[in-house]
């Protein structure tokens, strides 16, 4: 078989059944040898669309999301998604075709030199020189991509490789590795530090989609508050009495005091990330901390850990729930149920009110994918995860136009788009007007294949979050955010792409528009038109600590205040 079968053929015997991808001169021998494969190819319209619709895969299903490229723009291409991937902890194959091994190094058309520099954002990637490499290689890739913290592998196959023939036999999927267990001595140390605490918190990361129920288990039998992180919600459910909520720049009021007061912290599958901890010497000042995570790096690397736990998320949990029972904290309940009750006054009609009348028609089964900006962090804030892996967004790298290829991938997975194994579950993709035109091309793949996302567009007219930067800590010098002045019509742009369109601009109209949106059978997309300067709180300015969050709009505050004079 040639170079390209074998590849094909290792992916087929690893259970591939998906490739985002988009042909070229350097991938060619590997697009023609997918004519004859069962794998199905989606054809996105951008390289970088691919990369994340991988990403979105790979988030829903806990498995390996692969894309494809050609050499040159079609592989740097992919460079924006792997370093999302990588700083999500996302598995992700990436497969590039390079030009031919003897003009490597020599500027060739449409070369570059892709492993160089891909090399700091992959876990790992390769060069295959020797077609009789080919399966090996990718059967070693994927392992990588899906051992101890997942991350994206890259795989990049001069042209001549793909031709070539080779007689080595196709590589089979290696026993999955026995999840890493905790020592047993530090378990008990944690498990009576947690056990002395007055004032303790779980915080759970993104790290431990799998562990949900060991969460669930170990949090009832302690009666400990549990804190999710952005990239962690839906690892408890939000409808759970324990649950504070998001922390960090946008957390919530009773999540960030409880961290700034806390006596001991849990943090369980999570990095410290800067938007989590604000200013890390003001963070959980009082707080001795109890670190879990299956990646040591990432022990002592921002926050010191009073005892580092290096273990598979579940499995410390479950030897931790063995060593404690529950904790009496009344008082520390009665601090934790007056932060709780503190909300953000808002707008009677905007963003955030929008968001809410969406998520007010979606079910606990449903995936919601937000793209980067303040629609980001109100649906974060206001949508109630009660499920592991039914919230996708680009945490760690914060990229725009993330949302609308991510939402494709999540459909794709769990087969709404041929009417496989997806009855009952909607994808609901949430975006700016900004970060929506960064990939709106992704909408011709939507119809091609009709994969049903319902994708929303919340258009203020603004790169917003950056306008609100700009109000508070910039006098209002609003420098190259505006957008209103060129802004599509967004249900005529869909209805370009044969995609029907719906538009609102109030709630009467909104709530109206709802039901047809979700009602069409296959995509659609929804603007929603609201106030251009209306901001996301709480927030934590950047330099400030979790203790200095401005836990209201100051304009609001400011009305509060003239208002009592």
């Given at each position: ?59 829903v299903t806990g498995g390996l999301g692969v894309c494809m ?64 490499d080919v399966s090996k290689t990718v059967a070693k890739a ?424």
């Amino acid at each position: 078989m040639t170079g390209s079968e074998a590849l094909l053929k290792t992916l087929e015997a690893h259970g591939v059944r998906h490739i985002f991808g988009h042909p070229g001169g350097a991938i060619m021998p590997v697009y023609d040898a997918l004519y004859d494969s069962p794998i199905q190819h989606i054809l996105v319209r951008h390289e970088q669309g691919g990369g994340h619709a991988a990403e979105g895969y790979a988030r829903v299903t806990g498995g390996l999301g692969v894309c494809m490229a050609t050499s040159g723009p079609g592989a740097t291409n992919l460079v924006t998604a792997l370093a999302d991937a990588m700083l999500d902890s996302l598995p992700i194959l990436a497969i590039t075709g390079n030009v031919p091994s003897p003009l490597l190094g020599t500027d060739a058309f449409q070369e570059a030199d892709i492993t160089g520099i891909t090399m700091p954002i992959t876990k790992h990637n390769f060069l295959v020189r020797n077609a009789d490499d080919v399966s090996k290689t990718v059967a070693k890739a994927i392992a990588i991509a899906l051992e101890g913290r997942p991350g994206p592998v890259l795989v990049d196959i001069p042209k001549d490789v793909q031709q070539a023939q080779t007689n080595a036999p196709i590589e089979q999927p290696k026993t999955k590795p026995a999840r890493l267990e905790p020592n047993q001595a530090v378990i008990e140390k944690a498990a009576a530090l947690i056990q002395s605490a007055k004032q303790p918190v779980l915080m759970v990361g993104g790290g431990a989609c799998d562990a949900a129920p060991q969460i669930l288990e170990f949090a009832k039998k302690t009666g400990i508050p549990v804190i999710t992180t952005l990239m962690g919600l839906g690892n408890f459910p939000a409808s759970d009495p324990q649950w504070l909520g998001m922390p960090g720049m946008h957390g919530s009021v009773a999540s960030n005091r409880a961290i700034s007061q806390c006596d001991v912290l849990i943090g369980l599958g999570m990095r410290f990330d800067d938007r989590v901890t604000g200013k890390t010497s003001r963070f959980a000042k009082n707080a001795q901390i109890i670190h879990i995570d299956i990646d040591t790096a990432e022990h002592n690397k921002l926050i010191p850990a009073y005892i580092a736990v290096h273990a598979d998320s579940a499995a410390a949990l479950e030897a931790l729930t063995k060593h404690v029972s529950k904790l009496e904290t009344p008082d520390w309940w009665t601090k934790l149920e007056d932060w709780k009750a503190r909300q953000p006054k808002r707008p009677t009609w905007g963003a955030a009110e929008a968001i809410k009348m969406i998520s007010s028609q979606l079910s606990g089964a449903d995936i919601v994918v937000a793209d980067v900006g303040q629609h980001q962090m109100l649906t974060a804030q206001l949508h109630p995860f009660e499920q592991p892996r039914k919230w996708l967004n680009s945490g760690g790298a914060g990229t725009m136009g993330f949302c609308l290829p991510a939402a494709m991938g999540a459909a794709v997975a769990i087969g709404s788009h041929d009417g496989g194994d997806a009855k009952g579950v909607r994808v609901i993709g949430i975006a700016g007007d900004g970060s929506s035109q960064m990939t709106i091309q992704e909408l011709a793949t939507l119809r091609k294949y009709d994969i049903p996302v319902k994708f929303a567009v919340i258009n203020n007219g603004y790169l917003g979050m950056v306008r609100q930067w700009q109000e508070m800590f910039h006098s209002r010098r609003y420098s190259e955010v505006y957008l209103e002045d060129s802004n599509p019509d967004f249900p005529i742009l869909a209805s370009a792409y044969r995609i029907p369109g719906f538009a609102a601009d109030n709630a009467a109209d909104l709530e109206k528009c709802i039901r047809q949106w979700l009602e069409v059978d296959g995509p659609a997309v929804l603007e929603v038109r609201v106030p251009q300067e209306a901001n996301v709180f709480p927030m934590v300015p950047a330099g400030k600590g979790l203790d200095e969050m401005l836990d209201d709009d100051p304009k609001f505050l400011e009305a509060r205040e003239l208002a009592k004079v």
